[in-house]
Every structure is written in structure tokens, then in C-alpha cells.
């Protein structure tokens, strides 16, 4: 069994703060790219952020500069600093990680967390 629990959502005015933390647990013998993705009303789930194993970082354009992604491999936890919050911000982010349960599984399997709302008020 393997979870991913996301904490750190809330609501905030427009230009604040918040930070994002997702660990998993369970059964998992290593975890490849960690994410957040996500998703408001009447909209398609959209990545914000992912980063690998080794650090490297990627983000969606409307993000960059203002969120960075984190992880830290031994908690195996990802995070997602947001600064300079936006009410187009306002959505349900979700935490996504690409994990290998055991040392002999050959595929990565796909997890995500249950979810935290954002809401950014102007």
C-alpha cells in the first residue's frame, strides 16, 4: 500500500504565501519524479511543477518565478513554496510521484494524493 498525503493548502489574499508538502509512505523501495498538478473548477487537472530524483526542476509558465518545488528523498517528501500568490492560483493541487514499490519491480507505477485546496482571495 502506498499513500501521498498533501497538507499545507488553505486560504490567503493575493500576494501571499503558502507552502505545499506532500509525503509518501508505504511499500516503496525508491521514488522517481515527485509533482504537484493542478486542478480548478470547470478546468483540466495542469502541471505546476515536477522535479526528479537528482534535483532538476521543470515548471509551468504561469508559476515560474514565483513557486519552487523541493524534495527531500530520505522523508520522501516534495514541497511546493508559493509566493506572490495569485486568485488565478485558486484550485485544487494535487501531489503526484513515480514510484518503484520493490527492488525487483521493473515499471513505475503512477501515485497521486487526495488532493488540497488553495484558494487565493483578491
Known amino acids: 500500500q502506498v499513500r501521498l498525503v498533501e497538507s499545507g493548502g488553505g486560504l490567503v489574499q493575493a500576494g501571499g504565501s503558502l507552502r505545499l508538502s506532500c509525503a509518501a509512505s508505504?511499500?516503496?523501495?525508491?521514488?522517481?519524479?515527485m509533482g504537484w498538478y493542478r486542478q480548478a473548477p470547470g478546468k483540466q487537472r495542469e502541471l505546476v511543477a515536477t522535479?526528479?530524483?537528482?534535483?532538476?526542476?521543470n515548471y509551468a509558465d504561469s508559476v515560474k518565478g514565483r513557486f519552487t518545488i523541493s524534495r527531500d528523498n530520505a522523508k520522501k517528501t516534495v514541497y511546493l513554496q508559493m509566493n506572490s500568490l495569485k486568485p488565478e492560483d485558486t484550485a485544487v493541487y494535487y501531489c503526484?510521484?513515480?514510484?518503484?514499490?520493490?527492488?525487483?519491480?521493473?515499471?513505475?507505477?503512477?501515485?497521486w494524493g487526495q488532493g488540497t485546496q488553495v484558494t487565493v482571495s483578491s
Open positions: 503526484n510521484a513515480g514510484i518503484l514499490r520493490y527492488v525487483t519491480s521493473t515499471q513505475v507505477a503512477d501515485y
Open positions: 522535479i526528479t530524483r537528482d534535483y532538476n526542476s
Open positions: 508505504g511499500n516503496i523501495f525508491s521514488i522517481k519524479a
